[in-house]
């Protein structure tokens, strides 16, 4: 029907709403956290970002301390 129609679009346009601040955010505390590339980290860790009832970033900081572990390469110059 045309109510369900319109349901599902509203839908689908609150989660792309959603996954766009979830994004930005990530990209955002990315960039303060010193990666070079903040869209590729977002990219390679989005799975793993979960945010709490009010849409909030939860285990970023965690993420971005096993980031700099795993994939160093991400953050600016090695300190040697």
Do not use: C, H, M, W
């Not at 319109?6 to 505390?29: G, H, I, M």
């Amino acid at each position: 029907s045309e109510d369900e129609r319109k349901d599902a679009e509203l839908a689908e346009a609150k989660r792309q709403l959603a996954e766009r601040d979830k994004r930005d955010a990530v990209t955002e505390a990315a960039e303060k956290a010193g990666i070079k590339n903040p869209r590729l980290f977002y990219n390679a860790y989005k799975d793993e970002i979960e945010l709490d009832d009010k849409g909030k970033l939860k285990n970023l900081d965690d993420i971005l301390n096993s980031a700099k572990t795993e994939s160093p390469e991400l953050f600016g110059a090695s300190e040697t």
